[in-house]
């Protein structure tokens, strides 16, 4: 990549980010408002159901990000592209955020709802070991960043920890565990009330948002350093 392309690329990525900026408070004030304010309480669980505002959203994100980074890694081992390895770079701290915040909110929604904070559900265990996953790409970048057998590292990370993304997905039905089957279907009817579902998908807008705008900055962060460094070797 030439000096030109990393600077259009800086150009775009600052367009949308001020894009993002422009629209991310007005987004947040709505999808609060719905989710602390407009939504109903649960008949059970009282206010102690909006939590599910913030641990639902960053659940799907947590799997998503680990999805998109196993692609991306197993793509530039095969076609060696540098722009996949700086993206896969870029989200696994994104990922490991949202997953830790996933845990974190399961945690303090299961206190009040099963009894306990913590329980080796098959549900709770898996995100467990997902985020262990991010902690490994993450490590891996660190340690190995100046080596060649870095490709096939990550490969290997991203092969044993996509056997995981399944397990968390099903585990509700393959086991007996405290969490709930699906409430949200794409292909089937969902059984979550819209009252509660706009304010779900609203949440979920907000931290994509958020997901957005630091991905763009740690990506532009990754491309000033790489800029640097070939200006260096000139």
């Known amino acids: 990549m030439d000096f030109f392309s990393f600077g259009k690329i800086i150009v ?4 949308f980010i001020k894009f993002i900026n422009s629209i991310f408070f007005l987004v947040l004030i709505i999808g609060l408002s719905f989710a602390l304010i407009i939504s ?3 008949y059970l669980q009282g206010d102690t159901v909006r ?3 913030v641990h639902v959203p960053s659940a799907w994100i947590g799997l998503s990000i680990f999805s998109m980074m196993a692609i991306g ?4 081992f095969v076609f060696k592209i540098k722009n996949l390895y700086l993206f896969v770079k870029s989200l696994a701290p994104i990922g490991l955020l949202f997953t830790c915040l996933s845990i974190v909110t399961g945690s303090l929604w299961g206190k009040p709802t099963w009894g306990t904070w913590w329980a ?3 549900r709770l265990t898996s995100m467990l070991i997902l985020m262990l996953f ?3 790409f993450i490590i891996a970048f660190k340690i190995f960043k100046e080596s060649e057998n870095l490709p096939k590292i990550l490969s290997a990370i991203s092969i044993l920890g996509i056997v995981n993304i399944p397990i968390i ?7 007996s565990t405290l969490h709930q089957p699906a409430s949200i279907k794409i292909l089937g009817s ?3 009330h819209s009252s509660m579902l706009v304010p779900l998908f609203l949440m979920l807008l907000v931290l994509l948002l958020y997901c957005a705008l630091i991905f763009l900055m740690k990506y532009k962060t990754e491309i000033i350093k790489i800029k640097k460094q070939n200006i260096k070797r000139l």
Do not use: R
């Open 120 to 122: 080796w559900d098959a």
């Open 190 to 192: 969902s059984s979550i």
């Open 51 to 53: 939590i599910m505002y």
């Open 169 to 175: 997905k099903y585990s509700v039905e393959w086991w």
């Open 134 to 136: 991010y902690v490994f």
């Open 12 to 15: 775009y990525i600052d367009k």
């Open 40 to 42: 109903p309480i649960d």
């Open 73 to 76: 890694t197993l793509l530039n």
